[in-house]
């Protein structure tokens, strides 16, 4: 086995990481603006008011609405990705996340055009989903086919670093924003960090398009084996491999509750805690998960990729019971270190390495769409979950659950379905990179 696949020039990882790095960063600050907005804001400037709860509801939902779009984004970017290349989707997605944010900014309040105001919303919304969906499986394909073969975990979990950072600048940009008065919030504060997207597409445009194509595809493209119908291909022979990961990810639901559902409940006349201290907390949790991240995804060259997601799978969901506690509780010291264990430590140790952990379940011609169908179906659901756990803590409750105890159940049953995935997976971190995705009884056999 060779220390990286042929034709990788020194220097080349770090350069494609670092790409993957800086464009997650600012595709996913424009993605978890909204969420803020969605917990924070949304409700009062987009829906009937009336109703506090139900316009609350719907301002959750508007958020999973873009995890809707998800899966549909990847069948039709990933099979561009497989049949064109990397770099192409991560040139778009960028540009598509930071053109429709911009004009979520930008649009009329409900007060001002009626309910053409929250359908406007959706529809942007339902962009930024489908550049969502392209981007991280996008990037990380991009760097795991760069990478070392004995070094994938930790290059590959440089999109996810980059995520976690974009989180940390959309959360400490809205921070002044939470502080301003109620009415200079609701009229104009909101929309600042959404217009600064445009930022967004020009730095994204300047950085991507710099990255050069990975060797694997470019080897595909010279010898004439990209496949011309990689979704045919991928549904005939790693269906089962696609499933896997759709379950696996049900684990960004901890995710998800921790940074939308619970910085609305947290703030809540019911529970009535400080908004810019609950986003002080989101920020000090990705800040300590920017170390977390790399720091597992090297553990996971050394050990394997399963058992270091495990960690996160199994206690991830007891971290969030005790996270909502502390919310509860009402003690502020408490909740920033029971958050940052949460957030930054222990889920990190699933968030870090699923991207060589998934990536490293398929074969170059179908990676790209392997990973975004199946990350984007799981997604959709943990995207969901925000809404679901708003109707959990309703009086009428949901499935006989009620209460944030019942939101703690419902992570749970969904991080118990990623962990079995992923413990009866195959282990891959010894497997050449030429060699990914192909049965054990069939690797000298081409794709």
């Not at 301002?59 to 290349?85: C, M």
């Not at 919303?121 to 086919?145: F, H, K």
């Not at 799978?313 to 270190?337: E, H, Q």
Request: net charge neutral.
């Amino acid at each position: 086995m060779t220390d990286q696949p042929p034709g990788v020039r020194q220097g080349t990882p770090r350069k494609a990481a670092v790409a993957a790095w800086i464009g997650s960063a600012l595709e996913y600050y424009d993605f978890f603006i909204y969420g803020s907005a969605a917990a924070l804001i949304f409700s009062d400037v987009f829906f009937d008011t009336s109703d506090p709860a139900t316009a609350t509801l719907q301002s959750l939902a508007t958020f999973g609405v873009a995890y809707a779009a998800r899966p549909v984004g990847a069948f039709i970017l990933g099979h561009i990705g497989d049949r064109f290349g990397r770099k192409k989707i991560m040139v778009f997605t960028l540009i598509l996340m930071g053109v429709s944010t911009f004009l979520i900014g930008c649009l009329p309040t409900r007060e001002q055009i009626g309910g053409l105001a929250p359908v406007l919303l959706v529809v942007l919304r339902v962009l930024q989903g489908l550049s969502a969906a392209g981007e991280q499986a996008s990037a990380n394909s991009m760097t795991l086919e760069h990478a070392p073969a004995d070094r994938r975990g930790y290059y590959t979990s440089f999109t996810l670093n980059g995520t976690q950072f974009g989180q940390i600048l959309a959360t400490l940009v809205f921070i002044p924003v939470a502080a301003l008065p109620e009415e200079q919030m609701l009229s104009w504060g909101w929309r600042v960090p959404f217009w600064l997207s445009v930022l967004v597409a020009i730095a994204g445009y300047v950085i991507r398009r710099r990255v050069e194509e990975t060797p694997a595809f470019t080897q595909s493209v010279a010898e004439g084996t990209v496949a011309k119908m990689p979704l045919s291909l991928l549904f005939r022979d790693h269906w089962a491999s696609v499933l896997r990961v759709v379950c696996a990810a049900l684990i960004a639901t901890v995710s998800t509750i921790f940074t939308v559902w619970a910085l609305n409940y947290a703030t809540s006349d019911e529970i009535g805690l400080d908004r810019a201290t609950m986003l002080w907390v989101s920020s000090a949790a990705n800040g300590v998960a920017l170390i977390a991240i790399p720091l597992w995804a090297r553990l996971s060259d050394r050990i394997g990729r399963r058992p270091v997601f495990l960690v996160g799978a199994i206690g991830s969901p007891i971290m969030i019971f005790a996270y909502l506690a502390a919310i509860n509780s009402g003690d502020y010291p408490l909740i920033f270190l029971v958050g940052m264990a949460t957030l930054g430590v222990v889920y990190s140790a699933s968030n870090g390495i699923w991207p060589s952990l998934y990536g490293e379940m398929f074969t170059t011609h179908v990676r790209l769409s392997g990973m975004a169908i199946g990350t984007q179906i799981g997604f959709a659901v943990a995207g969901f979950a925000v809404a679901s756990a708003a109707g959990i803590v309703s009086p009428e409750g949901w499935l006989g659950l009620q209460g944030w105890v019942g939101v703690g159940i419902f992570t749970a049953v969904l991080c118990a379905i990623s962990a079995v995935a992923v413990a009866t997976a195959r282990e891959t971190y010894k497997i050449p990179t030429e060699d990914l995705g192909r049965a054990p009884a069939a690797l000298s056999h081409s794709a």
